[in-house]
């Protein structure tokens, strides 16, 4: 299966300041990707060389199999972009951009424009001048949805934007992805990250740190266990498990925070009678703030 966004050793320098460094990234089709990553660490970069709007110091980048530069032009036919620092045409309405863009991409979009609007609450007969930060970015949005892209790159696309329009875009995501698109979205909304994307890639200093899945994240999160026995059980059983932190016993309840598999605590449980089990999930969000932060 053909990657639909592949880099290779992928490099941007401007002058001095190091963009994105030996960036090899694998985006399969279908999947919804999430790029995450502090300020500065080159996500917007990345976007923009994949749409050849910058061109790469060395290295390469593919987007459905064929090359960024050489054919940019067909690469952006079929790809919908929401740039990070998205620059409209201030004195049209959003009516006149959507024929703007239905002109450039020669074929007509104003239904469907006019179908994401409503979704979206968007009013296009004003001008983008006068719109609010929010419904700026709902333009943004629908000019990347509305030719029905293959292949959505979005950066950033919720900033701005209040929680239930929030919640239209990521049902707006999901559609697309049934009809067969792959999306590729950077944000910093890390619950947002969780709920919609399947892969994760973290970017710091121009480079990938770590690439997987969200559940492979997600089982990495801190849970706490709460076992009540029907009478007090050694901690010792459960302090040398695998990823085991912290074991505290109250009376014939036993209380394991834990970062590692739950299988073993499950059976090292089982030895005894377990009279109540309480477990909270960790947050996802700490394992990807975890890479933020200076000394990961
Ligand atoms: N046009 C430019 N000229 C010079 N340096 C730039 C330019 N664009 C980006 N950079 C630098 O390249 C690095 C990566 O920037 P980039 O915008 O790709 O980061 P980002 O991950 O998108 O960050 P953010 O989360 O803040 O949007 C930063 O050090 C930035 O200052
Ligand atoms: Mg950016």
Same mark, same amino acid.
């Given at each position: 299966? #053909? ?8 490099? *941007? ?44 110091? =060395? ?7 064929? %090359?960024?530069? $050489? ?9 919908? !972009? ?16 959507? /024929? ?5 991409? *020669?074929?007509? @979009? ?7 609007? /409503?979704?979206?609450?968007? %009013? ?8 609010? #930060? ?27 934007? %209040? ?19 792959? @999306?590729?979205? =950077? ?17 710091? %200093? ?20 709460? !076992? ?10 459960? =302090?040398?498990?695998?990823?085991? =932190? ?6 014939? *309840? ?21 009279? $109540? ?15 933020? /932060?200076? $000394?990961?």
């Amino acid at each position: 299966m #053909t990657a639909i966004v592949e880099t290779n050793d992928l490099t *941007k320098f401007y002058g001095q300041t190091r963009g994105v460094e030996n960036l090899n990234l694998a985006i399969q089709p279908g999947q919804v990707f999430g790029f995450l990553g502090p300020n500065g660490a080159g996500k917007s970069t990345t976007f923009r060389l994949l749409m050849d709007f910058i061109r790469p110091t =060395s290295g390469s980048a593919r987007v459905f199999g064929l %090359d960024a530069q $050489e054919d940019s032009r067909e690469i952006r036919s079929r790809t919908g !972009f929401m740039p990070g620092d998205l620059a409209l045409y201030p004195r049209m309405t959003g009516n006149q951009i959507v /024929e703007f863009f239905s002109f450039m991409r *020669k074929i007509d @979009v104003r239904q469907e424009a006019k179908r994401l609007a /409503e979704r979206l609450d968007l %009013d296009l007969g004003i001008t983008v001048r006068n719109y609010s #930060t929010g419904n700026r970015q709902k333009l943004g949005l629908v000019q990347a949805f509305m030719h029905r892209p293959e292949l959505l790159m979005l950066d950033e696309p919720t900033g701005g934007l %209040d929680p239930i329009i929030q919640q239209e875009f990521y049902a707006m995501v999901a559609d697309a992805v049934s009809d067969g698109a792959t @999306v590729f979205l =950077s944000s910093h909304v890390l619950p947002e990250v969780e709920r919609i994307a399947d892969q994760v890639a973290i970017i710091r %200093d121009g480079g990938l740190v770590r690439v997987d899945e969200v559940g492979a994240f997600r089982r990495e999160a801190t849970r706490v266990l709460a !076992f009540t026995f029907s009478q007090p059980v050694p901690e010792a059983e459960f =302090s040398t498990l695998e990823g085991v =932190s912290v074991v505290t016993t109250q009376g014939t *309840k036993l209380i394991i925070t834990s970062t590692g598999p739950i299988d073993a605590i499950v059976k090292a449980a089982a030895r005894h009678e377990v009279v $109540e089990l309480e477990a909270h999930e960790g947050e996802l969000e700490d394992v990807f703030l975890a890479f933020y /932060e200076d $000394e990961p």
